[in-house]
């Protein structure tokens, strides 16, 4: 297995631009994808070979698996940042997962655009370089969906159903609102990387690091459980970016807080 990941986010903070997380709980309930649309099938997934896409400039942003993501509360941030600017034909690339759930990922966009669905049914990696080879085959490392054009002006959110495939209704579901998962922990990291790009880790395990004491999952807050990359645009990520005063903040945090991740072999299978 290849732990060749994350090599760490002091050397990443250059390709870093922004940052996005957690929205207020205000709209939580209306960004939360239907049963109907965790139930639908597959959109089409298309390879690399199709889209172009290269996820090799991703893979570095991957967590080693089992090593929790230090200091992610850096990473919240206003989601309102999560709101495109100007229209685009949105789409979504599996980047890797170090998980051994089979999760589900879906999004929401409100406002110009209203619609939610499903981008990724059973997101199980197969190849040289998945970090959580451990059963099912779906999707190989920048496989992408079409999520439609979406116009500006319009809100977009993600959400993982944690174990879906497997799990269905009774799964839990995780999105970029902390106040809204059952936990109340965030669940999501998110950067904007190579001024096109939203790059989104989730974590798919219930409840504090280590706590397995009634729903907990002993999780290890790897933020690595389903990674994928979002193409907005450069004028949209160019948007995000505008300064504000949060923004700036957080982002100087960031730099001069000169986060390490460690790189270290795995010693043992962790969802
Ligand atoms: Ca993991
Ligand atoms: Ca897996
Ligand atoms: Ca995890």
Redesign the pocket.
Known sequence: MNNKFFAGLLAATAAITGVISQASSATAAALSPSDAVWDSVQPTVLNKAQTGFNDAPFQPFVQA??IVLAKSKQFKLDPTKLKLKYDYNVSAFFINE??GYRNQLAFTSKGATNTSALLFKDISCEGTGCVGGWGGNALKMGDGVSMGQILGGSQLDFSLRADGLNRGAGANVFGTQTAMNEDGLQHVVAYAVNNRYLLLGF???YGQKNASDGKNEN???????TVFAIDIGEDNIRALKVPEPSVGLSLLGLGAAGIVLRRRRQSSI??
């Open positions: 698996e089992g170090g998980a974590e798919d395990l999780s290890d807050r790897d933020f690595n459980d962790v969802k």
